[in-house]
């Protein structure tokens, strides 16, 4: 039998009462995104959260970031990395990525962000290739087009340390990984990560039913 608890709205809401501790910085970011148009885009204060604690929980100094948007993922990571951490992040929105930037400037931790604009597939490419970066981060979190992640997780493989984790976001899609009526581009994409990861005995692995569905895999 399996026991799994119903995440009611009631439920969310202690969750929250009892452990979201959200900086203000993030609070204003949160805000300010709440009124554009892409809003859903951006990950909840309990995932932001929860990536501070990973990210402190295996003392990550160099970590990689496939989705900014505007920012709260990247100033989640920024504000958990210690003085001397660099957060790589890339994304394809200068516009975007600079509301990110502000942020940063604002509270304090932009010295510790290396901003990439451009495709994640050429900037991942270039780190492994011509930077000589392979084997050096300790974290990678991927949330940008879900048909790019096949390619972002091998190339965050390859970036990993022995050890190093990595998280996948939206790999539940809503729940639409399920529903075979469902065969956008998005979806079927997020499937076949899915297989691939579960095949995959180079990394140990945990798909948590956590927000929009998180995959974490530790590279052996
Ligand atoms: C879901 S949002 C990221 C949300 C962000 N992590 C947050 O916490 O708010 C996805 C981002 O991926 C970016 N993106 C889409 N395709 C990309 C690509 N080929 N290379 C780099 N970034 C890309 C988009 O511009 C967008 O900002």
């Known amino acids: 039998m399996r026991i799994q608890l119903d995440v009611t ?13 959200e900086p203000e910085v993030l609070r204003e970011l949160r805000e300010f995104t709440g009124a554009m148009p892409e809003r859903n885009m951006q990950i909840s204060p309990e995932q932001g959260q929860f990536m501070r604690l990973l990210l402190r929980a295996v003392g990550a ?16 990571t920024a504000l958990a990395l210690p003085a001397d951490g660099v957060v790589t992040a890339c994304d394809i929105s200068d516009e975007w990525a600079k509301v ?9 931790v932009a010295g510790k962000v290396d901003l990439r604009i451009g495709d994640a597939r050429a900037t991942l490419a270039t780190l492994v290739a ?12 991927l949330d ?28 539940l899609w809503s729940g639409n990984v399920v529903d075979d009526s469902v065969q956008d ?5 997020l499937r076949a990560f899915n297989s691939k990861v ?9 798909m948590l039913p956590y927000a929009d569905g998180l995959t974490l895999a530790v590279k052996r």
């Open 130 to 141: 011509e930077e000589g970066a392979a084997g050096s981060y300790d974290f990678a979190f």
């Open 61 to 76: 100094r160099r970590t990689l970031e496939v989705g900014v948007f505007t920012g709260y993922s990247l100033l989640s």
């Open 198 to 206: 579960y095949a995959d005995d180079r990394v140990h692995i945990s």
């Open 185 to 189: 581009e998005d979806t079927r994409a």
């Open 100 to 108: 990110a930037l502000d942020h940063c400037e604002r509270a304090g």
């Open 9 to 21: 709205e009631s439920v969310q809401n202690y969750v929250a009462d009892h452990s979201l501790r």
């Open 144 to 171: 940008a087009d879900k048909p790019g992640y096949e390619q972002y997780y091998e190339h965050a493989l390859t970036l990993l340390r022995p050890g190093g984790l990595l998280v996948a976001d939206n790999v």
